[in-house]
């Protein structure tokens, strides 16, 4: 009964490749979230989605796409993958009804290496 | 815009004793602040929240922390460190002004050691 999971939980993929990670929470929730977490461990927003608004980090680049198919899921596509593209990746959701009051589930990871 | 600082990479504290963590903000209006915790090879885990009312907030696993709005400063505690909460701690801010972001900005996190 996990609330938020993504997968794979580990991928390692040549340069160039093309990749999805996928996302779920059971939840309920309006909100979720990517998050790209660095090897210096730093946390970065990448995508915010509910089901009215995509929020886009501008430094994000365009070879990283978010797909919802519904409330529950939010996929990350990944590109013509690169070397610098090496990092965890976190999804998230929360209940944002309360205007961003309420706190966020995250789930484990997945561990993206480019080789 | 909203900022948050967390001004120490690391904490060293030996078992038994208390620990603080430190984190301040920046934002124009109310501030909404969250304090996680990562375990290594896990994700985030939310330990508590500030949003009003009561300046000392408590959360799992015997965390609390205090609101000072006059330093803008959110700080970690607890009052007897185990060696199980040497992990990761991440402080997250969201401005809570009119036409601000519902996304909370993540600070650079703390690895806190606790010392047998």
């Known amino acids: 009964d996990t609330a938020v999971s993504q997968t794979p939980k580990y991928l390692v993929t040549q340069m160039g490749n093309d990749k999805s990670i996928k996302c779920e929470q059971n939840l309920g929730h309006d909100t979720m979230y990517w998050y790209k977490q660095d090897s210096k461990k730093f946390l970065k927003i990448m995508f915010s989605y509910n089901n009215k608004e995509l929020i886009i980090n501008e430094t994000v680049p365009n070879r990283f796409s978010p797909k919802s198919p519904d409330k529950a899921h939010l996929n990350l596509h990944i590109n013509s993958l690169e070397l610098g593209d090496s990092a965890v990746y976190f999804c998230a959701s929360s209940q944002d009804g309360l205007g961003g009051r309420t706190e966020a589930f995250f789930g484990q990871g997945t561990r993206l290496t480019v080789v | 815009a909203q900022s948050v600082a967390q001004p120490e990479d690391q904490v060293n504290v030996a078992e038994g004793n208390p620990l603080t963590v430190k984190c301040t903000y920046s934002?124009?209006?109310?501030?909404?602040l969250f304090w996680y915790v990562q375990y290594p090879n896990r994700g985030l885990q939310f330990l508590l929240k500030y949003i009003t009312g009561d300046n000392l907030v408590k959360g799992s696993y015997g965390f609390e922390a205090e609101f000072n709005k006059s330093q803008t400063s959110f700080h970690l505690k607890k009052p007897s460190a185990l060696v199980s909460d040497s992990a990761l701690y991440f402080c997250?801010?969201?401005?809570?002004?009119?036409?601000?972001?519902?996304?909370?900005?993540f600070g650079r996190g703390t690895s806190l050691i606790v010392h047998p």
């Open positions: 934002v124009s209006g109310n501030p909404y």
């Open positions: 997250a801010v969201r401005d809570g002004a009119s036409g601000g972001s519902y996304i909370p900005t």
